[in-house]
């Protein structure tokens, strides 16, 4: 039997996970998860690629506020502060944004050492991403692409063991981490119910070297995209990983029995 091992959302894009015990899944994704992200001068979102310090960066949702901690620094915000709207650039994608508050642009800016604004998604219709190498097109979060991530307990295991070293799962920032008794069994998962919400397959996920980046230390490790590209390199790159998105909304939770209702 498959459960469900643990749950993530990450309220502001490429800072780190808040783990939690329940989450909503809704049509563009868990509630609270990648509504805010920072922009540069140039209104394109800022990248734990270029900007690797984002990993270390710490958000957290407590009611109707948001708390973030930069390198030991804390500020609070509430959710629902807006300044004036804007339009910013996901990759492909443009979406109209909201500016949080020019407080907390400066704080973030200063100790970034880089002008940066902090922006929320204006509503869930913002942001439709249309991908054509696959032909879909959906309405999403900030998050790069698509609404949910789910990787395999067996999956990650599997990659220790070549390495012959623990590997942390949040390299590769999942919402979802699965029990499963093989690896990259979840690569065949096409319709999944968890708990009242039923989850269907979009892609595998092609990753980049922000895999390499140790998202506690902040150290960087290539022998994890030598290694994988070693047996998960295929046509478009290392894939590790699954994107779904929603078919059926609800809650999901800790623990929660996952049934494989269709596999191809």
């Not at 002008?115 to 219709?125: E, F, H, I, T, Y």
Request: aromatic share 8%; net charge negative; with cysteine.
């Amino acid at each position: 039997m498959h459960t469900v091992d643990h749950l993530y959302i990450y309220p502001i894009k490429g800072f780190s996970p808040h783990e939690v015990v329940s989450a909503y899944a809704g049509d563009i994704g868990f509630n609270g998860d990648r509504r805010f992200m920072l922009v540069d001068d140039d209104n394109t979102f800022v990248t734990a690629r270029t900007l690797h310090q984002l990993l270390q960066c710490k958000s957290e949702i407590n009611d109707a506020q948001i708390t973030i901690d930069v390198q030991n620094n804390r500020q609070t915000f509430d959710i629902k502060d807006n300044g004036p709207s804007m339009v910013a650039r996901i990759w492909d994608d443009y979406t109209r944004v909201q500016i949080v508050n020019e407080d907390i642009n400066t704080w973030l800016s200063e100790r970034f050492d880089k002008r940066v604004n902090l922006v929320k998604m204006a509503d869930d219709s913002a942001r439709v991403h249309e991908s054509k190498n696959i032909d879909i097109t959906l309405n999403v979060t900030l998050a790069d692409a698509y609404p949910f991530q789910i990787l395999g307990t067996e999956s990650i295991n599997h990659l220790a063991k070549l390495l012959q070293h623990t590997v942390n799962p949040l390299r590769f920032r999942p919402n979802i981490i699965v029990s499963t008794t093989k690896a990259h069994e979840e690569d065949q998962w096409k319709i999944l119910r968890i708990g009242e919400v039923v989850l269907e397959r979009v892609k595998t996920c092609v990753r980049c070297n922000i895999i390499n980046i140790d998202p506690l230390s902040g150290a960087s490790d290539s022998a994890i995209s030598k290694t994988l590209a070693g047996y998960r390199n295929f046509n478009k790159g290392i894939e590790f990983g699954v994107y779904f998105k929603v078919k059926q909304k609800g809650t999901i939770r800790q623990n929660d029995e996952v049934e494989v209702m269709d596999v191809g």
